[in-house]
């Protein structure tokens, strides 16, 4: 670790940070709507465009509670918010978020138009942001020990 100061996670069951916990249900799901629009626009096929609405509406949803106890995090210790990474990673995921929620409402529209191509516009957006976030997200409890215990 670079700085040797270790920051505890705000928002914790039984010690281990919630945020963490979280995340990966959002990126899991952001990758497989982008995976399933690709398939639907590759085959037409209506199952891959409710599986991609579905996968969105579940990553919204996990993303909003993952936001919530990062947010938590965020402002419950301003040594949190001392953290070089800590401002791009909220607002980098702040702006993933409201993509993927602006994804879901487009679609809930009939297929064809709720996919192509706004809707896989949006997807790869959404997933082109999450790999810098995680970095970000990884640079902060690895090189900073943000939420790690002693």
Do not use: K
């Not at 700085?3 to 963490?20: C, K, M, N």
């Not at 965020?74 to 949190?80: D, W």
């Not at 679609?107 to 790999?131: E, K």
């Amino acid at each position: 670790m670079q700085d040797d100061v270790r920051v505890r996670s705000t928002a914790e069951i039984a010690g281990h940070p919630i945020h963490p916990m979280l995340v990966p249900i959002p990126i899991a799901c952001f990758i497989g709507a982008l995976l399933t629009d690709i398939a639907y626009v590759a085959s037409a096929e209506i199952m891959w465009a409710d599986f991609s609405a579905w996968l969105l509406l579940a990553g919204v949803i996990f993303g909003v509670l993952a936001a919530i106890a990062g947010l938590i995090d965020f402002l419950g210790n301003r040594l949190v918010r001392a953290q070089a990474p800590a401002w791009p990673h909220l607002i980098g995921n702040a702006l993933a978020l409201i993509l993927a929620i602006f994804n879901t409402m487009i679609h809930m529209r009939d297929a064809w138009t709720s996919v192509w191509p706004s809707g896989l516009i949006l997807s790869a957006v959404t997933v082109l942001i999450l790999p810098i976030t995680g970095w970000l997200g990884w640079a902060m409890v690895y090189r900073h020990g943000v939420g790690v215990a002693r």
